[in-house]
């Protein structure tokens, strides 16, 4: 089994800062990418930031400048620093990742977080 967990939301006020933490654990013999998603209230999902091995990431505009996507290959770790928050930045923030189980896998499985809230209110 796999398992994405997903830590570090809170109440921030505006212009503050977070940092999301997903771990990844279980069995995985390679994690191809990794992204941080978001579901406002009431709004659908949406891509915040992600990563593919060998890649640089790549950020949805309205975070662009203010969110840093980072992972850390060995610990099968992956953060996301929030800076300048906004109260449009409030959401359930999902961490999702491409994962080979087993080397003789033909392609990689998607594997969700169950989701850390971040509001962002004065």
């Known amino acids: 089994q796999v398992q994405l967990v997903e830590s570090g939301g809170g109440l921030v006020q505006p212009g503050g800062s977070l940092r999301l933490a997903c771990a990844a654990s279980?069995?995985?013999?390679?994690?191809?990418?990794m992204g941080w998603y978001r579901q406002p209230p009431g709004k659908q999902r949406e891509l915040v930031a992600h990563i593919a091995n060998g890649g640089s990431p790549n950020y949805a505009d309205s975070v662009k400048g203010r969110f840093t996507l980072s992972r850390d290959n060995a610990k099968n770790m992956m953060y996301l620093q929030m800076n300048s928050l906004k109260a449009e930045d409030t959401a359930v923030y999902y961490c999702n990742a491409l994962i080979l189980r087993r080397s003789w896998d033909l392609s990689p499985t998607s594997y969700w977080g169950q989701g850390t809230q971040v509001t962002v209110s004065s």
């Open positions: 279980g069995s995985i013999f390679s994690i191809r990418a």
